[in-house]
Every structure is written in structure tokens, then in C-alpha cells.
């Protein structure tokens, strides 16, 4: 999935330098985000620039505006008008996270419409390690698990999980150790990778984008909104 790379490589980039803030590179130990506010000192809000999303039809950037705590949740929305103008909304952890169990709680960007893709992944240095759930907006029934390090090396796994994950919250997680990745949704194991297994703390990231490929499918225009719950790591002991 060419286009997801460079939504990382170029999206990073914007969170992290576009900002002004100094990401940490010492991996933190355990956290939990409930979204009672925007905690300023662990997020930094993608703000501005040019996307990888802006080809073709679509032009527009990152909006901070797009990013939002409502409510003890935290509100991702995605803006496409008539003419394929898109707002999305992006953030990422300041400091990195290494080897242990990520879990979060959230729907996907409803209501379901081809043309997006929410996203709850880590990423670190060009996808050194780099671990997704992604779910696009075309098919809210399907969840794709990728596990990188560093490009070209994945390992992909597209689940049919059988609901809407667009009309309700679900829980996803993944447990990454020396030996293993294994990604589960509401408590079962959807996919185990054991030969391509990254070791570079990452950074934490969300994100709502706009879509117009075979992934995610054709952009439509409307608005949209990924909500998340809360969001927790729990370091290797």
C-alpha cells in the first residue's frame, strides 16, 4: 500500500518538525489517556502543510481545529467538500513507546462513506517499526493489520470482522514482544506476525484522512467523525 507509506513518512514529518515540538526518543514507561482534555504535554496536533492525501481531485491539509476533546472522548473529524477540498485531523504521542500490549478503545469515522481511512498505529523513523490498524471507510466491516520494519518489509492482513465498526465502539490491541506481534479486536487474536518483528521504540499516533484508491475508496463529500475512547500501553515486564 504505497499511499499508506507516504501518508506516514509525510504526516510524521508534520507532527513532529511542522510544530516546533522536540520529539522524545527514551522510551516512556506505562500510560493511560481517558480524553478528560487534550493532554498537550503527551499529543502534538498535526497542523498545515501538504498531506499525501492532496493528488488527484483532492487538495487541503491537516487542521488542528479537526482534533477535539468532547465529552471524555476524543473527536477526529474529516471535512471533504463538492470540489474535494478535505480538512483531516492527525495526532501523535511526543514521546515513543517500545515493546509491550497497546490498546484503544474507539468507532471508526462514521457515517461509513467510501473515501476514508481511520487510523491507530505506531510509527517511528521511515516505518523502522511501524504497527497499524486501519479501517477503511468503503468497507466499515473490514480491519487491516500491517506490521513493518522499515520498507518494504510488512506483513498484511485484511479481517472481514463481520459488523459495522463505523456504528460502534471496539476495542483493538496489539502485543509486541522481542519474539512476536499480535493484533486482536474486542479480545480475539486476528493476526500473529513472528518473522518480521520491529525493535525500535515508536511514537503512538491517530488519524483521520481522505481517500481516493482502492484503499479507502473513491473520495465522497461530507463530513465525518472517528471518535476514541481512551488509549493505554502497558510496557513488556
Do not use: C, K
Amino acid at each position: 500500500m504505497r499511499v499508506r507509506l507516504t501518508a506516514l513518512l509525510l504526516g510524521v514529518a508534520t507532527v513532529l518538525l511542522g510544530t516546533g515540538a522536540a520529539p522524545q526518543t527514551t522510551p516512556g514507561g506505562a500510560w493511560r489517556d481517558d480524553f478528560l482534555t487534550l493532554n498537550r504535554d503527551r499529543w502534538v496536533v498535526s497542523a498545515g502543510g501538504t498531506p499525501f492525501w492532496v493528488r488527484g481531485p483532492l487538495s487541503g491539509t491537516w487542521a488542528p481545529e479537526h482534533v477535539q476533546v468532547q465529552g471524555g472522548l476524543l473527536r477526529l473529524r474529516l471535512t471533504v467538500d463538492a470540489r474535494g477540498g478535505a480538512r483531516a485531523a492527525e495526532l501523535a504521542t511526543r514521546r515513543v513507546s517500545g515493546y509491550g500490549t497497546y490498546t484503544a478503545r474507539l468507532r471508526a469515522a462514521g457515517p461509513a462513506r467510501s473515501g476514508s481511512i481511520s487510523a491507530f498505529f505506531t510509527y517511528v523513523d521511515g516505518s523502522a517499526t511501524e504497527l497499524d490498524v486501519e479501517l477503511p471507510g468503503d468497507a466499515p466491516q473490514a480491519l487491516w493489520t500491517s506490521v513493518y520494519r522499515t520498507v518494504p518489509i510488512v506483513r498484511q492482513r485484511l479481517t472481514d470482522t463481520g459488523r459495522n465498526l463505523s456504528s460502534g465502539f471496539h476495542t483493538y490491541a496489539w502485543e509486541w514482544t522481542p519474539q512476536r506481534v499480535r493484533f486482536s479486536v474486542d479480545g480475539r487474536v486476528v493476526h500473529e506476525v513472528t518473522d518480521v518483528v520491529p525493535t525500535q521504540a515508536a511514537h503512538v499516533m491517530f488519524n483521520v484522512w481522505p481517500s481516493d484508491s482502492d484503499f479507502g475508496g473513491a473520495w465522497t463529500p461530507g463530513e465525518r467523525t472517528m471518535l476514541v475512547d481512551w488509549v493505554s500501553y502497558e510496557p513488556l515486564r
